[in-house]
């Protein structure tokens, strides 16, 4: 069998960001305004400082402001929700973003439960969860989101097809398996008490690898012909997926780097653009 089509998340997102910021330059230009992201990072954990710097570069770069707000790790749980709400009361932002992990001694629940669902361009409070999995009009997780823009781009129709998601945090395994069913999938969810991972990836046409284990999906469990998407970042760039083997029996497959990771900051840069104009009702 050919090896799999890769599915290019890279020039995907190009094209994604490209059209946040045309639509980002023509809502300033008409409401005096541009789009604003703010940004909220509790502690100094060097991965999260990282995003948050990207996200910030690529808001620049699409003409979206962004407002950070740097807080100290001893922040309480009072003093979050205290800032969050505030932000969700100005008028001057239209997105919120609160970067995860925000530390063991934060509810971080509650944290998200401050941010105001219309300005949830993140897609992290219960009302975006709630509308996500009824298929309703609503902001997305952003890794969702993007996973299923690069499957409607590579023409996968998720309907009547079997979907096997490997994972079910609530930012990722979780809601993907809850857009997946929204487009008609028949979905399977699976983590770490699954009892026999390899028998159900084998039933799949499409594999969504959320886990945060290098290489546990194996290419000889890829039914030939699926739709293999890692989500799956580990150090050194691998994936959830052991792309060599999977490569030579799945269909379509995403690399990694280069997948689904360009698409999630797209997907917030879409989004908030997508706030600004409902807020500024333009
Ligand atoms: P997480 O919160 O740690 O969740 C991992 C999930 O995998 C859990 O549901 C866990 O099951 C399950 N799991 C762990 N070991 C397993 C095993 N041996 N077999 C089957 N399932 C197993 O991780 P996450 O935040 O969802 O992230 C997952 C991966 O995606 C990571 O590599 C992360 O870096 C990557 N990621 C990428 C992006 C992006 O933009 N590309 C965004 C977010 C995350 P239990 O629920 O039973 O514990």
């Known amino acids: 069998m050919a090896q799999a089509r890769l599915m290019d998340g890279t020039a995907l997102a190009r ?13 300033t230009a008409r409401t005096g305004g541009a789009p604003c992201l703010a940004t909220v990072l509790v502690g100094e954990d060097p991965a999260s400082v990282t995003y948050v710097r990207m996200k910030q570069n690529r808001c620049r770069r699409a003409g979206v402001a962004s407002r950070h707000v740097a807080l100290p ?11 969050l709400r505030e932000l969700s009361a100005d008028p001057g932002v239209h997105g919120i973003l609160l970067q995860h992990p925000v530390g063991d001694h934060v509810d971080e629940r509650a944290a998200f439960e ?27 997780s952003c890794t969702p989101g993007g996973i299923l823009r690069l499957l409607d781009e590579y023409g996968v129709d998720p309907a009547g097809k079997r979907a096997v998601v490997v994972g079910r945090s609530a930012i990722l395994g979780k809601p993907v398996g809850m857009l997946l069913l929204a487009r008609d999938a028949t979905v399977t969810y699976c983590h770490s008490r699954t009892r026999d991972l390899s028998a159900a990836v084998r039933e799949a046409d499409i594999v969504v690898a959320a886990v945060g284990r290098p290489r546990l ?50 997907t917030l840069l879409e989004q ?10 333009a």
């Open 114 to 140: 401050a941010i105001a669902p219309e300005k949830d361009v993140d897609g992290v409070t219960f009302a975006s969860f709630a509308t996500m999995s009824f298929g309703l009009p609503g902001f997305v």
């Open 15 to 27: 094209r994604v960001v490209e059209d946040a910021a045309r639509k980002a330059a023509d809502l």
């Open 217 to 266: 999906i194996r290419g000889q469990d890829i039914k030939p012909g699926a739709v293999v998407i890692d989500a799956g970042y580990n150090p050194g760039n691998v994936g959830d997926v052991d792309f060599d083997s999977a490569v030579e029996r799945a269909s379509l497959i995403t690399p990694v780097p280069g997948g689904v990771g360009p698409m999630t900051i797209a």
């Open 73 to 83: 790790a001893t922040t309480t749980t009072a003093e979050l929700v205290g800032i």
């Open 272 to 281: 908030t653009v997508d706030a600004a104009a409902r807020q500024l009702g």
